[in-house]
């Protein structure tokens, strides 16, 4: 009877609190939508406060008042009188210089006109309503605590009529957000509603509350029920909190609205008549049930529940428990009775599998051993016992950590066993360190599983293990090695990038700066330089640097007593400073620290080439750098590659200075045979510039690069050079030649080529004297060589050697008109002339006027 009571005590219970709960929610839905209500009618004012102003901007009658306001005038008055009637607590006019140029103010207490105040005076500067883009569109309203009290105010732009020209000023329009106002609010919502100040000291404990809870949350409405305004839920009221923020977004008033609470008590009263019902229908089924309950399963229950304690005391796996009957009670007892027995086979297995477990980690030729959850030894095989040198004995019972563990990691031992043994989870493989009972270590690597009891409690670790000492120290070397290799690959990586840098086409300052970057990465430091010395101004320049500041480029003087240079020329070998005094540091060096000290490493390595020092590698760390023979033999090897770069710079640039005078020597060569030419062959002076003046402007139209036009002039200047084996009385006989003396002056171009062939510097050049007589069409000479197989800079020197030749006196004619001669090389295009160069020509003479020259190469201006 008492058991069916408290079931219905607790099902009220449970049903009263689900109930009011669900009408408390109700509750707080309803005046949550009724302060929504509320919200939206300030909105809906703001809406039609927002349409008055932007009427009265847009209309003429107020940009023209704006536009023409002249405070001395008598006629500077409001436009419209009607706007005064708008029932307006405040009418403010701004010129576009935000400066207030008309105001109507009413007292908020007499309702009187009184002087406009100065935060109204300064509201465009304050609120930057000029600078606001929704001012330029649609406006901005809102409200703003004045020093008369809350507005509700409206700003709009006044523009000339629709356009969308530069503002002439602001129209804004108020009305008090009061009591007055509220209570018309409330009148159209048929709400009660009250407001308050937030920074009102006297302001009630229930809107002091509502404000510190809508500032930690983002919800806008906030409801408050009797029981968080300690109230009683009796309470005839409930009470739901909005903020009103200003125009720059932030709280102003709290308006509160509040309504009486019609649905939890309505609610409250059901759920009571509803608990009346419940009771009574419980007595009356609690009563049957029991008597029922008492004569058919209480005591049969007891019968049952009594010989499950008996087990558990006795763990007699042959009582059974007697129960009268073959309903579900008898079938439970038979049910109990089958577990008991198989709780006894259960335990007879397990015994027999914990045996043969021990015997397999008996045999096994490894580390064995089982611990208790805190960490006892309770088994450990032979295997163990001999390589520890402690007994059976010695063992069993004591604590794993204790003789097996180094004693400073005895603690952490015994914390990760019991952390193992509390949640379950254990590291599956781990290496230690072994402790032997002759105090020496060795390094183990273990396999370690849980054992778990039937109902899933650790109830002991088992841990396999084999001593890997060996094999971890062949490991460890290994990496060593691996770590070493690394090291010179990466070294001699570092070699064979500045060897490619050397021979690189590269100029000095590239190199160098590629070199620096190469050393700086490979030896791992800041910064690094070259300071070569300057034997002649005794002193040390760098010339190139890296990580560097710019006070470590400036020359230094070069002091030979210094000792630090002493050093590095007797003994070869680098400078290597670890967190230096600045005493220590070479004086080359201190001068340019100025009295900073980031240098806590410090190396220079000499620079030394044919037995002399040229200079020095210097290299600076911000940390100390641990070094090793390994590292210094690299740092020299550094320094010599340094060394090489600059020798072989040096000796690249000795090979073109000795280059460059060779081709000029060269060159002058040419030059005084081309003019040796001119003279016996009896031709004015200027022949051989005019030549080569037409044929680089003709070789550069069409396309030849500066290399090919200087081949093509060392071979202008050498034409005709094959003249020389032509006898005087054929080379200047007045007349027409006999057909045996133009057999010997055909011969000319194959003198030439006799005269030059062994020349390697003319091999190019000798394409024009060689070939410049052989015709397009294949019926020239000296081989009668056809088309495109005659050289390309023959074929064009061809055109100018006729041209010069047509538009210039000879022995045995006058001069052709520059005109004739053109319309001759046009006819002889296809046949004597590659047709392309033709075209080429005549292009180039019509549009130079037949008289423009162009520059000779640099290396060839005749004297």
């Given amino acids: 009877m008492l058991i069916v009571i408290v079931t219905l005590g607790i099902v009220f219970a449970i049903t009263q609190s689900v ?8 509750e707080s ?79 908020p207490l007499t309702g009187e006109q009184q002087a406009v105040p100065a935060d ?112 009683s839920n009796t309470s005839e009221h409930v009470a739901a909190y909005l903020p009103i923020n200003d125009l720059d977004g932030n709280p102003q008033l709290i308006l509160r609205v509040d309504d009486e609470r019609h649905l939890y008590q309505q ?6 008549n509803y608990g009346f019902v419940l009771i ?31 087990f558990r005391e006795t763990h007699n796996f042959d009582q059974q428990i007697e129960v009268q009957g073959n309903d579900e009670l008898a079938h439970l007892a038979s049910a109990v009775n089958a577990t008991i027995i198989e709780l006894g086979q259960f335990q007879e ?10 015997e397999a980690l008996q045999n096994l030729s490894l580390a064995a051993v089982i611990l208790d959850p805190n960490g006892r030894i309770v088994f450990c095989n032979d295997h163990i016992v001999s390589i520890s040198g402690w007994q059976h004995k010695e063992l069993i019972g004591h604590s794993w950590c204790a003789r097996f563990v180094p004693e400073e990691q005895q603690a952490e031992c015994r914390r990760e066993i019991v952390e193992a043994a509390r949640s379950g989870r254990i590291t599956a493989h781990e290496d230690t360190l072994f402790l032997l009972r002759n105090g020496k270590t060795r390094t183990f690597t273990w396999s370690n599983t849980l054992l778990y009891s039937p109902d899933e409690i650790v109830t002991g670790i088992v841990r396999i293990g084999e001593d890997v000492t060996e094999r971890r120290k062949a490991e460890s070397l290994l990496r060593d090695s691996l770590r070493e290799t690394r090291l010179h690959l990466s070294r001699l990586t570092a070699l064979r990038n500045i060897d490619t840098t050397i021979t690189s086409n590269m100029d000095t300052v590239a190199k160098l700066d590629s070199v620096l970057i190469t050393i700086q ?68 060096t201190k001068s340019r620290l100025r009295g900073s000290r980031w240098i806590e490493f410090y190396g220079a390595a000499p620079m030394i080439s044919s037995s002399r020092l040229i200079g020095v590698l210097e290299v600076f760390g911000r940390q100390p750098i641990e070094i090793d023979d390994g590292w210094l033999e690299h740092y020299n090897s550094m320094a010599l590659q340094a060394t090489i770069t600059l020798e072989n710079d040096k000796m690249i640039q000795g090979i073109q200075h000795a280059n460059h005078e060779l081709v000029q020597a060269y060159e002058g060569t040419l030059i005084g045979w081309a003019r040796a030419l001119e003279l016996r062959d009896k031709e004015t002076r200027g022949h051989s510039e005019r030549m080569m003046d037409l044929t680089m402007r003709l070789g550069r139209r069409l396309g030849m690069d500066a290399h090919d036009l200087e081949v093509i002039a060392r071979g202008v200047l050498l034409h005709d050079i094959g003249k020389m084996g032509v006898p005087d009385y054929i080379l200047h006989k007045p007349g027409p030649l006999t057909d045996e003396e133009w057999v010997v002056m055909h011969q000319h171009p194959q003198f030439a080529f006799n005269l030059l062939k062994n020349i390697p510097y003319l091999e190019g050049a000798l394409e024009v004297a060689f070939c410049h007589h052989e015709h397009w069409d294949g019926k020239g000479y000296p081989r009668g060589l056809k088309g495109k197989d005659i050289p390309f800079s023959a074929r064009i020197f061809a055109i100018i050697d006729v041209w010069d030749a047509l538009t210039h006196d000879r022995p045995y004619r006058p001069a052709w008109p520059e005109e004739e001669a053109l319309n001759y090389i046009h006819s002889r295009a296809n046949t004597q002339f590659d047709p392309r160069v033709v075209d080429a020509f005549i292009k180039m003479q019509q549009e130079s006027g037949l008289r423009e020259t162009a520059p000779l190469p640099v290396h060839f201006v005749l004297d």
């Avoid at 209500?37 to 847009?58: F, G, P, S, V």
């Avoid at 704006?66 to 405070?71: A, S, V």
């Avoid at 969308?164 to 209570?183: H, K, N, Q, T």
């Avoid at 609610?267 to 009571?272: A, C, E, L, P």
């Fill in 280 to 310: 009574l229908i419980g007595l009356i089924c609690g009563g049957a049930a029991y008597l029922y309950f008492d004569r058919s399963l209480i005591s049969r229950l007891l019968v049952i529940d009594d010989g499950i304690n008996r």
């Fill in 521 to 588: 990465e490979s030896l791992n430091v800041d910064g690094v330089d070259i300071l070569q010395i300057d034997q002649d101004k005794k002193s040390l320049v760098p010339i190139a640097a890296k990580g560097l500041s710019t006070d470590f480029l400036e020359e230094q003087p070069l002091i030979i007593s210094d000792p630090v240079l002493t050093k590095l020329l007797e003994n070869n070998e680098p400078l290597i400073l670890v967190s230096p005094s600045k005493a220590e540091l070479p004086i080359w």
């Fill in 349 to 358: 297995g397990q015994i027999e599998a914990e045996k043969q477990f021990r």
């Fill in 267 to 272: 609610g409250v009263r059901s759920v009571r």
């Fill in 29 to 107: 839905q309803d005046i949550r939508l009724d302060a929504q209500r509320a919200q939206e009618a300030i909105n809906k004012e703001l809406d039609t406060l927002n349409k008055i102003t932007e009427n009265w901007a847009l209309r003429n009658e107020t940009y023209r008042f704006i536009r023409g306001f002249d405070p001395g005038s008598a006629n500077s008055a409001p436009p419209d009188a009607e706007l005064e009637s708008l029932d307006m607590d405040a009418v403010l006019y701004f010129d576009n210089h935000q400066q207030l140029i008309y105001g109507h103010v009413n007292n």
């Fill in 120 to 231: 109204l005076r300064a509201l465009p500067q304050d609120h930057e309503l000029f600078q606001s883009d929704l001012l330029a569109t649609e406006g901005t309203s809102g409200i703003l605590r004045s020093s008369q009290g809350p507005l509700i105010l409206s700003a709009r732009l006044v523009n000339p009529g629709y356009s969308e020209g530069s503002p002439v000023g602001m129209l804004v329009l108020g009305r008090y957000f009061d009591r007055g106002f509220v209570d018309e609010l409330g009148k159209l919502t048929q709400l009660s509603l009250d407001v308050k100040p937030v920074d009102d000291p006297a302001i009630p404990n229930d809107y002091q509350q509502a404000m510190r809870t809508l500032q930690k949350t983002t919800d806008q409405i906030v409801v408050q029920t009797p029981g968080e305004l300690k109230l």
């Fill in 19 to 26: 109930l009011t709960k669900q009408f408390l929610q109700l």
